[in-house]
T-cell receptor
């Protein structure tokens, strides 16, 4: 079965600090794509960062970076210099090459303390 | 930046009534999707649509659901006879031909409340 597990229902961090959100997934496929989506209180789903499974280099987008460990099927998100606007629900997701559906984790609610 | 637009943002309907949720995907995208998020739960795939037909659907997407692309711009989700458990946030998404590596663009969602 295709599953995504986010083991941290809630996380909090002090403003300007660094936080890491964890994600593990289960697939027997070798070619797939991983994503982190942010869902602020407005409920819109916003793409934060993406990673191709065939790439060993970890993706980075400004203050956001990932630690992709393919053998361990782990895809964690690191947010550096946390800002109040980073407060949101964060969802990890993946899609297999050639498939259509994104498979989502349960989400991690991130709180930023001023 | 191009957006996926969903209307209405919030709809309240009585149990048993039909509802149509509307989406305008990004204009040059060819793959369209509906996802559902029951309050406090994870986002679940409902259906994907390509080349004017359903390409994949989940177990949730039963005979009460249907999708349509009535013209060149709109993509709709119809629920024929709503149930209380259909109350959820419904997201439309689209992606282009370049493939899933570039991600999916989601709309802002329609909050459906069935009373």
């Amino acid at each position: 079965a295709q599953t995504v597990t986010q083991s941290q229902p809630e996380m909090s961090v002090q403003e300007a600090e660094t936080v890491t959100l964890s994600c593990t997934y289960d697939t027997s496929e070798s070619d797939y794509y991983l994503f982190w989506y942010k869902q602020p209180p407005s409920r819109q789903m916003i793409l934060v960062i993406r990673q191709e499974a065939y790439k060993q280099q970890n993706a980075t987008e400004n203050r956001f970076s990932v630690n992709f460990q393919k053998a361990a099927k782990s895809f964690s998100l690191k947010i550096s210099d946390s800002q109040l606007g980073d407060a949101a629900m964060y969802f990890c997701a993946y899609v297999i090459q050639g498939a259509q559906k994104l498979v989502f984790g349960q989400g991690t609610r991130l709180t930023i303390n001023p | 930046e191009p957006e996926v637009t969903q209307t209405p943002s919030h709809q309240v309907t009585q149990m048993g009534q039909e509802v149509i949720l509307r989406c305008v995907p990004i204009s040059n995208h060819l793959y369209f999707y509906w996802y559902r998020q029951i309050l406090g739960q994870k986002v679940e795939f409902l259906v994907s649509f390509y080349n004017n037909e359903i390409s994949e659907k989940s177990e949730i997407f039963d005979d009460q659901f249907s999708v349509e692309r009535p013209d060149g711009s709109n993509f709709t989700l119809k629920i024929r006879s709503t149930k209380l458990e259909d109350s959820a946030m419904y997201f439309c998404a689209s992606r282009g031909l370049r493939g899933p590596r570039y991600g999916y663009t989601f709309g802002s969602g329609t909050r459906l409340t069935v009373v």
